[in-house]
């Protein structure tokens, strides 16, 4: 009997790991990108234990970890005068969490995926080629897909729209698309040797400030330190603009005036920026339809507070490959994973939001922020995030 087929659109974080998911359970996978080259622009990625475990399953992990950071705190930092607010300490993350918590460079793992998927003959995965159209009928679904002036036609057991935030796929579900959310993100990667000696401690080190905050942690054995400046911002993202752009040093340079001496050191060490706007949507409840169903960014678009859409794509591909492994109809068995991953992945959407207000608190409001955080401790701190982190929760299961 021939393989099941599935065609997945988009090779991002959240393609790469479904495809690797369903191979493994037997699936022969088309991976079709719309890019013609395969690059990967912004620096550093947080990988909690949820996605981590599930990246272990998917024989990514021994390639990945020569490459990886662990990571030894989560430090949280008062932006006026760099007073330690919180620090959440991440040594225990694996016994805690049943996996590592780590820091990699995107390119890292975006070459450990390749790698995996290289060794796995049953997927093809074809660059500059567009998923343009699909029609779900009852034993298969018809795709076209568009690779320069060539239209062709691809016939699957089922679609997965892994075509990020934009999603074509979703687009053609009748979802809401995402809007843009007032933020953007400035990324920059410093080269270790220039950056205050603070800023070199194998930590996530967290600044929070008055509508701004700053995210930095070293990468590829301490060389360089990744860096996000997260702003609000009266800016029309388009055209070219769309995903990134070089960003204007002195913009962050007026907005981050008023902070402590060390994060300004660190803005200033940054040769340059590029600047990405976020984007954020309501949770939908439908994934799935018929033999279609979205992952990742396509499914859950959400702003980056928690450091989870990754992570939640990650958890996507690990639960598509266990329903469609279990011998169902396909239908039932998208179905399985829409039920099993929607009310999760909502909930980090929310969170993730609500995550984005308490940062940017100014004013009395980030007083009492500050004094709250204060008082948790560290044991406290940890306990607000086992339902996230904990890798039994990737299920979908948490309680
Ligand atoms: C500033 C910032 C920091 C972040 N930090 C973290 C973090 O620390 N940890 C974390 O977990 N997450 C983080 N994220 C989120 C994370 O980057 C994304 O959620 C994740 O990369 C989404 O992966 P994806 O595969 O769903 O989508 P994408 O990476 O967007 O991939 C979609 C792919 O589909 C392709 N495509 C589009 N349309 C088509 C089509 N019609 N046919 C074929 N291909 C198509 C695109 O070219 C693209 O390659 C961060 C995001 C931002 C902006």
């Given at each position: 009997m021939n393989p099941p087929h599935a065609v997945i659109a988009g090779a991002g974080i959240g393609g790469l790991c479904t495809s690797l998911s369903l191979a493994l359970r037997g699936w022969r996978v088309s991976l079709y990108e719309k890019a013609k080259v395969l690059e990967e622009t912004g620096a550093g990625l947080q990988l909690s234990p949820n996605a981590s475990a599930i990246l272990g399953k998917l024989g990514v992990i021994e390639r990945l970890t020569p490459f990886a950071l662990r990571p030894k705190a989560i430090r949280i930092r008062r932006a006026r005068d760099g007073a330690t607010l919180a620090l959440m300490p991440l040594d225990e993350a694996e016994r805690r969490w049943g996996a590592p918590y780590l820091v990699v460079h995107r390119a890292d793992l975006q070459r450990a995926l390749l790698e995996a998927i290289a060794r796995e003959p049953s997927i093809r995965l074809q660059t500059g080629a567009a998923v343009a159209g699909f029609a779900t009928g009852e034993d298969s679904v018809a795709i076209a897909v568009e690779q320069g002036a060539v239209r062709r036609k691809a016939a699957a057991d089922c679609l997965i729209g892994a075509d990020g935030v934009r999603s074509f796929v979703r687009q053609r579900l009748g979802a809401d698309s995402a809007r843009f959310s007032g933020w953007t993100a400035w990324r920059a990667a410093v080269d270790a040797a220039h950056a205050p000696p603070a800023m070199r401690r194998e930590e996530i080190t967290l600044w929070l400030g008055p509508n701004a905050h700053l995210v930095h942690y070293p990468l590829r054995g301490g060389a360089i330190i990744n860096s996000v400046a997260i702003v609000d911002e009266d800016f029309r993202p388009g055209g070219a603009d769309f995903w990134s752009g070089a960003g204007a040093p002195e913009f962050l340079e007026a907005r981050f005036s008023s902070w402590d001496a060390t994060a300004r050191e660190l803005l200033r060490a940054a040769p340059d920026w590029r600047k990405w706007p976020l984007f954020d949507c309501h949770p939908i409840a439908r994934w799935v339809a018929g033999r279609v169903a979205l992952i990742g960014d396509a499914a859950h678009p959400m702003l980056p507070f928690l450091a989870q859409g990754a992570a939640q794509a990650i958890e996507d591909a690990g639960v598509l490959g266990e329903v469609l492994t279990r011998g169902q109809n396909i239908e039932t068995?998208?179905?399985?994973?829409?039920?099993?991953?929607?009310?999760?992945?909502?909930?980090?959407?929310?969170?993730?939001?609500?995550?984005?207000?308490?940062?940017?608190?100014?004013?009395?409001?980030?007083?009492?922020?500050?004094?709250?955080?204060?008082?948790?401790?560290?044991?406290?701190?940890?306990?607000?995030?086992?339902?996230?982190?904990?890798?039994?929760?990737?299920?979908?299961?948490?309680g």
């Open positions: 068995s998208l179905r399985a994973y829409q039920e099993a991953r929607c009310p999760r992945a909502a909930r980090v959407q929310k969170e993730s939001r609500r995550q984005a207000k308490i940062y940017h608190l100014a004013g009395p409001a980030a007083l009492l922020r500050d004094t709250t955080l204060r008082a948790l401790g560290p044991q406290k701190m940890l306990a607000r995030y086992d339902w996230l982190y904990d890798a039994r929760n990737a299920r979908g299961h948490e």
